[in-house]
């Protein structure tokens, strides 16, 4: 089964990042992302057993025990890809850090924590380099358009506090993402939930 380990997206962040995609809905063709699907993907580990699960909640919990709330700062619109079949993603700043809170992690410092914790037990995942977004759409036509060009207002910076270990479940014409298990980002580390 497939699984990722995501940043989950507070509620109010989230409600502004679907006001971009629908900004963006009127300008441009591709499938874009439903709000329940909105993340910040921190490791991707592919297809594994059953039994991994276990050894990734474990592993979650320790890269969490020493990372505080995470902040979220929005930089800029940007894709990845062929630009007949781009990916649109909300780009985040991977050193932001709540200056607020001497005890805040910033999105790099928590995916080299999940990555590292994944290491230890001896799971694999996707080593590529981390780029901290959030996905607004795929297969978008941006061949006459440039991401400059689609400016919007950006969200505000806000703090995010749920680590969650997903499974994904993939159709022909949808992705749904099941949260197993998560983790909170705050001063109480040791707080955690599996799922039913």
């Known amino acids: ?41 921190l490791a991707f580990l592919g297809d594994i057993p059953e039994e991994q699960f276990l050894v990734a909640q474990d592993a979650l919990q320790t890269a969490c025990a020493s990372c505080g709330q995470v902040m979220l700062k929005p930089t800029k619109l940007a894709h990845f890809g062929n630009k007949k079949r781009a990916t649109l993603v909300l780009a985040m700043d991977g050193t932001a850090h709540n200056p607020a809170s001497s005890a805040s992690s910033s999105p790099n410092e928590l995916a080299q924590s999940v990555r590292s914790a994944l290491t230890l037990a001896s799971l694999t995942f996707d080593e590529k380099d981390f780029y901290p977004h959030i996905t607004l759409a795929r297969k ?57």
């Open 1 to 41: 089964m497939r699984a990722f380990i995501a940043l989950e997206i507070p509620p109010a962040f989230s409600l502004e990042v679907l006001k971009i995609s629908q900004h963006l809905q009127e300008k441009l063709k591709g499938c874009f992302v439903p709000q329940a699907n909105y993340h910040l993907t």
């Open 140 to 196: 978008a036509a941006l061949e006459e358009i440039d991401c400059d060009t689609l400016s919007t207002p950006l969200p505000k910076a806000c703090c995010a506090t749920k680590v969650t270990l997903f499974q994904s479940h993939l159709s022909s014409t949808e992705a749904r993402y099941e949260p197993r298990f998560s983790v909170a980002l705050n001063e109480d580390q040791s707080q955690y939930s599996p799922h039913q």
